[in-house]
């Protein structure tokens, strides 16, 4: 599943709900889609917020652009495969989605694409 901002600019892709990170806490990695409590270098407060990939990192939904690695006392609230439409929705109203994967035969990719296409193996 693809976690999705939704914005006048155009849609933009956060990142793939389960995709681990380089952090980890006492007892598990954290993975994109989780959500965390923790620490922010410049405050005693705890925060909470989603972990999503944007602007070229690692970060906290509400906090974008703060590395996750900065971040302190980071526990995991909720894991990824636990996060829903209906909780994005309470922290922040119809700015993100989860968008399933399509499932398409290579009949109706390529009617999609316009032109045929060879599946290869990847590396």
């Known amino acids: 599943m693809i976690l999705k901002r939704i914005s006048s600019f155009g849609d933009e892709n956060w990142g793939t709900i389960g995709a681990p990170t380089s952090i ?30 944007a602007q070229g990192k690692m970060t906290v939904m509400g906090s974008v652009g703060i590395d996750l690695r900065t971040l302190q006392n980071i526990r995991i609230i909720v894991p990824h495969n ?18 399933e994967p399509k ?21």
């Open 24 to 53: 980890s806490t006492e007892h598990k990695s954290v993975c994109l889609g989780d959500i965390i409590a923790y620490k922010h270098h410049m405050s005693d407060n705890v925060c909470v917020g989603v972990v999503v990939f």
């Open 103 to 123: 499932k398409m035969t290579l009949a109706e990719i390529e009617k999609e694409l316009g032109y045929s296409v060879e599946i290869v193996e990847g590396e």
């Open 82 to 99: 636990l996060l829903t439409q209906e909780i994005l929705d309470h922290n922040h109203p119809n700015c993100f989605e989860i968008e």
